[in-house]
Every structure is written in structure tokens, then in C-alpha cells.
């Protein structure tokens, strides 16, 4: 890899973020609609100059970059942990597990039927996986719009946060059953079972460990009295419930929103270093953060989802996305909240669906057609998230 | 590439070189050479544990933090650019530009005389290319330990830092002409001509118009009022620097250390951002530096270097390259200043000198033991001017 390219792109990407975010904002907009926009402009620069500009399309596949935006979307969460009260979190738990059972089942049962019933396929198993790509919500762009708004500490925004974890850990099963259907005929519910617990079990344990040990850990790093060892104490412990999330088939997101549950301020505040792990992580993000969303604009790629059959089968299944979260904001009821405000905030689909879908193309079953769809799914789901939850959460308190 | 493994590179590396860096600062040591060393350990796992310990060797190949690590030490030579004051650094122009030549010139003839006399080669062309590999000092060490020490602003540092950016120029004429001599049997002189007027009207072009034009650019930035953008603007200067130095053919860290010299404090206080840049940038530093240096040291194999003729015909000419730039220290004369400190800040050879390997060897001339010597030359040093430039630097004032 050519480092002055890789300066190039960060240079570009930052610099146009910014721009992207500001005019957005200005037009009373979420920043970050502006970096996803800027993100499409860059990545699709050859299509919209007829070919005549051809650089930027490198920002779609060069690895370094992407793997710095994962870095990015990992902190973003991770923040968002530390901010978030773990206490305050599971008050709102039940409401959160109902809105997410009923945002994993409505949208299958809807993506299954709907792959049946308009024909786009008469396979049974094309239908499932259809139905299991539209499960999983991906929390990165919510939760970008909650902290830019400012509105983490709204009951609303815990339950999209807690329902956001539960979904994770459903989707994993539902691409255990899914997945055993396809393979075997029918769900392996020995290795579900295993799948289940394994996830829950990490989530739960990690958290319980993690807040036992955090103190203890911290300590040790308070002895390391030198510059920079609170920051390399957080992003630590960040990468590490990372890795650990991974590594049992959980999104690395959710294992980095984990390790922030785990930490404390009051555990960074022994430190020699006087300032705040707030004003210390800041910068961290405001460099790594817009690079995610900035990346997953250049992804989209306009000229795949031109074909007729693509954009119209595609907007059902994205409605259907999109009607079966928004009813699942419902599921928080008998709590008094903006049930709205929490189905759009669930809307989002993300790295997950598009895991589900490669899965599925691996296992012969989902086909680049097909493919496209679930893209165009993702893309419209995570544009139209932020404006309208933007609107209704200022309306919201 | 796997995020997961990036991301535990990233979390040892941190954490090791956190806990190096405190410990050798505790036994009076710079924290520079702690986080040389655990690379070294690191890089080494499998040749300390007999073979026992397999991991960490990814870290010698991983591109992810290679460019990471790039991209730290261009951060470093940025923030040295940003507290250099230029004016400051003109005043010690002469006596600057007399230690890069005097510093160029007698490694280079030491160079030449000893692999011609030790018997190394008899081969004209393998001396000439053994001299000029000895020639060029690289910078990111001695301005860690003078920023460390916060000596920055001591004469005897801006001589440092200036001869060091001159003394890569005279490096890449040092490499056309030996090139021209290798290829062609004759210096050419029209091309070594145009080498030194791109390098130098590239420096002095480059810090001019940069000084006249910053401050507009840093006023069209102001007004993209959105969180980070002092950070993005900073960081694209300094990527911008890095990016053009490349293109001319020096290093990236003489372009970043130029963006910095035209950018000052005051052009960033205009900002929305009420935090100043040091405030900024240093989490960024704290984050990026130390991955560097790690890298570095992973990058010494040991089980390469353990042959009696590399050890032996490498520490003489280890000796020459260090001995010519201890004497080039004096030609800041008549000043008054601490002559040995300057020799010393000069000594440390990296990145350029195993370039011009890596030419010769492409070229055929460099054999892999010769490699092997150049390899254990950078290493010396490398690890010894942190601890005795300290010792030189705390006596001085």
C-alpha cells in the first residue's frame, strides 16, 4: 500500500466530512447524513462525471481505510457505553427485549412472505434468508444521531440502545436456525441452543466481569504514571470487548458498547493525567468517526441498482423493513414513550443484513439480483434514519 | 485482513508501550527507548521463547500498522513543525547547513574508506552505495527525546531539526549522483541537478507560499462551524505536507514538519472550537507516536543479525556512521553551543539509510549480508541516542 494514497484519502475524507456535515447541519439536517452523502459523492465520482473523473473509486476498496472506519464505528460505541448508566439500562429491559423480539419477527415474517408472495422467488429457503437479512438493526447510525442530539439520557434511547444489543444476539440465532434449515432441512437445535447461550452468556458475564474487575484493572493502569496511559487504558478495553464480541459471532460494536457499560468515569479519575477521559476521546473521535460514515456512503454503488426490477422489488422489501421496526417501537407499550421515536430508531440495517445476504450467496442461495436488494435496503434504511428521527426527537421532551 | 487481530495489535502495542515507557522513565531512562524495546521483545516473542511464543510475529508484517505507524511519525514531525518558530530556525540556518554537509560528507567518505580497506568489497560501486547509505540521519527519535525533555526550543535542537531536513535533501542528491555512478559508470550531473533544485525549491517554495497562504485557508475552515474541524484542518496540512515531500522524493516527515513550520498557533484560534490545537492534537499524538516507535523495534530480527562477519564488519561500520556525525556536531562552530548534543541529536539512521539499501540491493550491489550490517547499524543507532542524548541534553542549561 502507497501511504501517500492512504493520506490522501484521509485527508479527503476528513476535510469533505466536515464540509458535508456543516452544510447539512445548516439546512437543519444531522451531520451525518451530510458525511453519508459525501461519502456517495466521493464513491461514486466516476458515475455521476460519465466516467470522467475516476479517482476516488479506490476509496470503496482500499482495506486500510476500511478497517480504520471499523476502528471509527467501535469508539463511536464504545462512547456511547460510557455514557450510557448500566443501571438506568436495565430498568428499561423488558420494554427493550419486547421491541426487539417484535423487530426480528415482524420484519422476517414480512421479508419471508413478501419474497414468496411477489414471486421474487418461489424457493423456501430464498425466503428465509430474505426474511433473516431483514432482521438485524445496526445501532451505529442511531446512535450517532442520539449523541449529536444530545438525547442519550431519554428512556427512549436506552430501549433503542438495549433492544439494539438483543437484536444482535437474535439475529446470530436466527442465522443458526436459518442456516441449519438450509444446510440440514431442519434447525439444528442442539447448535442453536449453543449459539443462544454463548451469546447471552457473554453478554451478561462480560458485563458482570467487567464491572467487578474494571476498578481493580484500572488501578494497575493508574500505577503506569505516564502520558497517554488513560487513553491506552479505554481504547484498550474497548478493543477488547471488540474482540471478544467477534470472536463469539457478535457484532464488534455491541462488544465495544459492552466494555463502555463496563467503565466508569469515576474509575479514570485516580489517574495522574488531570484531564477527562471526555476530553481525551473526543479528538480520537472526531478523527475515526466520520471516516465510518464517510466509508459506508462510498459503498453505495449507484450504478449496481439501476435495473428496473432491482429498484421496485427492492423499495417493498425496504418498506417492509422499515413498517415492521417502525411497529415494533410499539412493543414498548405499556410505557408511556414515543413509540415512534424507538421503531425509527431501530430502522437502520447495516454490516449484519449484508453478512446474512453474504451467507446466503456463499450457500448458493441469494443470488447478486437478490443481492442488490438487500444494498438498496441498507442504503435507504440508513438515509432516511437520521433526518426523520431528527425530527421526531426534537420533538420528543 | 482481520479487525480482530488489528485491533489486539493495537491494544499490545499501546499497553506495552505504555508500560515500557514508564518503566525505563523510571530508571531515568527516555520513554522512547522503553517503547523500542518492548518492539524488540515483542518482534522477537518466538527467538526469546525458543520458538515457544509464535504470536506477535504478525507485528514485523502487518501493513494495517505499518501505515498506522507511518502515520504516527508524521504526526510527530507535524507537532515539532507547529512549536518550531521559523524565524527562530533561519537564525541557526548556517551553522544547520554546515552540520548536514559536514555530516553528509564524513559518514559517506568513512563509509567508502572502510568497506573499500575492511575488505567488506573491493567493488567501486558496493562502497560508493555502503557510503551513502550511511549518510542520512533520521529525525524521529532525536525529536522525541527533545520534545520529551521539552528542549525544543534550544539552539542546539533548531540546529538539529534544520540540518536534519537539509540532510535528507543532500540524501537524495547523495542517491542520484551514486545511481548515475552505479548505472552509467558517471555522475549525471544534469539529472542530480534537477534533483537538488525540485528538493530545495520544494522546501523553501513550499514554506513560502505556505506561510502567505495559510492563513486564508485556515479562514475558509472557520467557517465550517461543526465539531473537529480544527482537527481535520491540522491533520490535511499536515497529510498534505507529507504527501507532496513524497512526490519530490523526500520523506514524508520533512514535508509534515515543513506544513507545521507554516502553520501557527494563532491561525487556529479563530475557530469555532474553543480548545487550542496542542489541546487537540495531543490524544491523537498519544494514540499514533507510540505505535511507531513499537513498530520500529518489532521491525529488529534478532536470529539475522547473529553471524560473527555481520557483527563484526556492522559494528565497524556502525562506528564510522556514528563517529562522522558526532564530528559533524562541531561544524555548528564558532557558535558556542553544546557541539557533542548536536552530533548526537544527528546520529540516528532509519527509514532513508535502509531506502538506499533497498535501491542497491535492487540494483544488485547490496548483497543480503551487507543488508544484514546496514539492518544492525540502523538498530545501534537507533537505540543508543535516546540515552545519551538525555544525558547530553540535561547537563546543557
Known sequence: MDISLILFELMVILIAAKLGAFLFERIGQPPVLGEL????????????????????TFFRTDEFIHIFSEIGVIILLFEIGLQS???????????????????????????????????????????????????ATSVGITARVLKDLGKLDLSESR????????????GLIVLAIVSGIVTTGAANFSSTAIVSLKAFGFLIGGVLIGRWGAPYVMKLFQKIEVQGVKLAAALGAAFLGAILAKKIGLAPIVGAFAAGLCLDDVQFRGFNEKRSL???ISPISDLFIPVFFVVIGTSV??????SKEILWMGSILTFAAIFGKYLAGFAAYPRKLDFQSIGIGMIPRGEVGLIFASEGKRLGIITDTLFSMVVLLVMITTLITPPILSIFLKRTK
Open 85 to 135: 448508566d448500566i443501571s438506568e439500562l436495565l430498568k428499561v429491559g423488558f420494554p427493550a427485549a419486547r421491541v426487539a423480539v417484535v423487530g426480528v419477527v415482524l420484519p422476517f415474517a414480512l421479508g419471508y412472505w413478501l419474497t414468496m408472495g411477489l414471486g421474487i422467488s418461489s424457493d423456501f429457503n430464498v425466503a428465509l434468508f430474505m426474511g433473516a437479512t431483514l432482521t
Open 159 to 170: 430501549i433503542i440502545l438495549g433492544a439494539a444489543v438483543i437484536d444482535d444476539v437474535l
Open 301 to 306: 454503488q449507484i450504478e449496481a441498482l439501476l
Open 37 to 56: 452523502v459525501v461519502g456517495i459523492i466521493l464513491g461514486n465520482m466516476a458515475f455521476f462525471t460519465n466516467g470522467a473523473v475516476q479517482w476516488f
Open 278 to 280: 471526555e476530553e481525551i
